[in-house]
């Protein structure tokens, strides 16, 4: 290692976070507020005040009831802002996990799936407006969980919930089945049926938008399912739960069985009655599933697992501030906790100085807060062992030569949580590890190409294949580069993933066996069957 690196590597040497939230902590006792006290809750914002009273659900709800643990165990779920505890939730284990599965079953062959397509429809557009009733106090829950800013929570993660469970219920009653052509004397049906008990394993970066994606269509084709939040972020998939037994929907349609992988996760891939798994998380865990289907009973497996995305700026793209724009919001928007995330920026050479400072510029409106502030663009990393990972992939970018041209710390260390602010790498090359590993944090590498094919062929390099964008003035440039990029999402001249009525999901190792949203979501929760009927 050169004395330059070196430098540079002990410079950036990660910053251990104050480990608050490492041993359970006795409940305070509680004092009189004091008169200061009483001021400094005045000053509150609406968000930061409810957070002090809010309801937060923390037993399972099997079939219906909410209920603790089979053990009896709980375990802590941390603010990842502040780094305490914020509420004791059910430890639960495979016996909650059998529970579960018996009320989801039971369910299947009671009411749900033999209600019409019409009637699941209402249940669920009444589901939807209750979530939207407490729109308020999901995004205030989904911010202290997860460390998100409030305005994002409150208008995207909450709102998106809200209309993607619309989206679905509305399409209940509008799909039809088929006839075959099969001659006079036969009718030949192909008709659709709900598969069965669904198993749903979430992730932590989108609990409330990810459990949506996937009840949006589980429900309005007639499953039942049995939910399993991310273990930091259990709390909303609960609240949901109590909202739909709220909005009518038949006990045991949706559970909930908070708890860890191996313990809640594992028997779950693993069970007899459970006829599919749809499964958002990481390839590593995702690949954990298709191995508990095949030794169990080839329950259908879909999966939606990570990415490291590339946003692609041709020699001919128009309008660099625009660009800039989009480039900033691709890796700072979830504090670049997100799947879809462009974490590398692979840009033509003659545009990169320009872009760049145009991007520096804007990454300074990102500003890295409390969650439960308003203002706040980018909120915390969701845990410790998170932070050290994302601090320790800006680390191997300054051992491996790349030039750190913004940010690269750990930030806001004396409030306990865990957050690291905007950062970006210029002169990355598509060997260095920043290059290649999903960091999952606002950490961006600027890559540089001359030929098109180059910017093509970077952009492929990857065993990923989740989204990507393309900036060009050219229709020709933009459709080529738009179909020769290997994945599930290319967005030309913008950044994002489409809307609810397009599919998403991966190639390679983002993904496998369906995709969330859009009406191809429904087809991967039903079976298809044939009816050949002799007519004599
Ligand atoms: P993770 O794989 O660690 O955990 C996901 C879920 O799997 C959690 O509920 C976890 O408890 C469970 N799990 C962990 N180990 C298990 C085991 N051995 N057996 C069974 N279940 C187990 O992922 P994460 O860290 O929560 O989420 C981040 C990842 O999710 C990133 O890779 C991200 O790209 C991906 N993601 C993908 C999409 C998409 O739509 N493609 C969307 C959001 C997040």
């Known amino acids: 290692m050169s004395a330059a690196k070196k430098k540079a590597a002990k410079k950036s040497a990660v910053k251990k976070p104050a480990k608050k939230a490492a041993a359970k902590k006795k409940a305070p006792t509680k004092k009189a507020p004091t008169r200061v006290a009483k001021k400094k809750a005045a000053s509150l914002s609406p968000a930061a005040k409810l957070a002090k009273s809010i309801h937060m659900p923390t037993n399972a709800m099997i079939g219906g009831r909410s209920v603790p643990a089979a053990s009896g165990k709980t375990f802590a779920t941390i603010n990842p802002a502040t780094g305490e505890v914020l509420a004791e939730v059910a430890d639960c284990g495979s016996m909650d996990v059998d529970r579960a599965v018996a009320a989801a079953r039971s369910a299947f062959h009671g009411p749900w799936s033999r209600l019409t397509p019409g009637e699941r429809k209402r249940v669920m557009q009444r589901f939807a407006t209750l979530i939207e009733a407490h729109a308020t106090e999901l995004a205030t829950i989904e911010t202290l969980e997860g460390g998100k800013p409030i305005t994002d929570t409150a208008n995207i993660d909450v709102?998106?919930?809200?209309?993607?469970?619309?989206?679905?219920?509305?399409?209940?009653?509008?799909?039809?089945?088929?006839?075959?052509?099969?001659?006079?004397g036969i009718v030949s049906m192909v008709v659709r049926e709900p598969i069965g008990v669904v198993g749903v394993v979430l992730p932590w970066n989108f609990p409330l938008m990810m459990a949506a994606w996937k009840l949006g269509p589980i429900l309005a084709t007639g499953n039942?399912?049995?939910l399993k939040p991310a273990e930091q972020t259990s709390i909303t998939t609960l609240r949901l739960a109590e909202l739909a037994t709220e909005a009518g929907i038949p006990d045991g349609v949706i559970n909930v069985v908070p708890?860890?992988?191996?313990?809640?996760?594992?028997?779950?891939g693993r069970h007899p009655d459970v006829d599919a798994v749809a499964f958002t998380g990481s390839t590593e865990t995702g690949r954990r599933f298709l191995n508990y289907s095949a030794e169990s009973n080839l329950k259908r497996v879909l999966l939606e697992c990570g990415g490291k995305n590339p946003f692609v700026v041709m020699h001919d793209a128009d309008d660099l501030d625009a660009i800039a724009e989009h480039a900033a919001n691709a890796i700072y928007w979830n504090g670049g906790q997100n799947c879809s995330s462009n974490s590398r920026l692979i840009v033509h050479r003659s545009l990169k100085d320009e872009l760049l400072g145009l991007l520096l510029e804007k990454s300074r409106e990102w500003t890295v807060g409390d969650p439960l502030d308003p203002n706040t663009r980018i909120g915390a990393m969701i845990e410790p062992e998170h932070l050290d990972k994302v601090l320790d992939n800006i680390n191997s970018g300054h051992v491996e030569g790349a030039d750190c041209v913004l940010g690269g710390n750990q930030v806001r260390m004396a409030s306990g949580g865990y957050f690291v602010e905007p950062t970006i790498f210029d002169n990355v090359t598509p060997q260095m590890r920043l290059a290649r590993e999903e960091i999952f944090g606002p950490v961006l590498s600027v890559i540089t190409f001359d030929q098109p094919e180059e910017a093509i062929q970077i952009a492929n390099d990857t065993a990923y294949g989740l989204s990507a964008s393309v900036f060009t003035s050219d229709l020709r440039t933009a459709h080529l580069a738009a179909r020769s990029i290997r994945a599930g999402t290319v967005t030309v001249n913008t950044y994002g993933e489409g809307d609810?009525?397009?599919?998403?999901?991966?190639?390679?190792?983002?993904?496998?066996?369906?995709?969330d949203k859009s009406l191809h979501a429904h087809d991967q929760y039903t079976e298809l069957k044939t009816i050949w009927i002799d007519l004599g």
């Open 159 to 184: 709102a998106d919930t809200i209309a993607t469970i619309r989206w679905h219920a509305e399409a209940a009653d509008k799909i039809n089945d088929q006839l075959t052509p099969a001659g006079m």
């Open 224 to 226: 039942t399912c049995v």
């Open 259 to 268: 708890g860890f992988g191996p313990a809640v996760g594992e028997p779950l």
């Open 500 to 515: 609810v009525a397009t599919p998403f999901g991966g190639f390679g190792l983002s993904g496998f066996g369906g995709r």
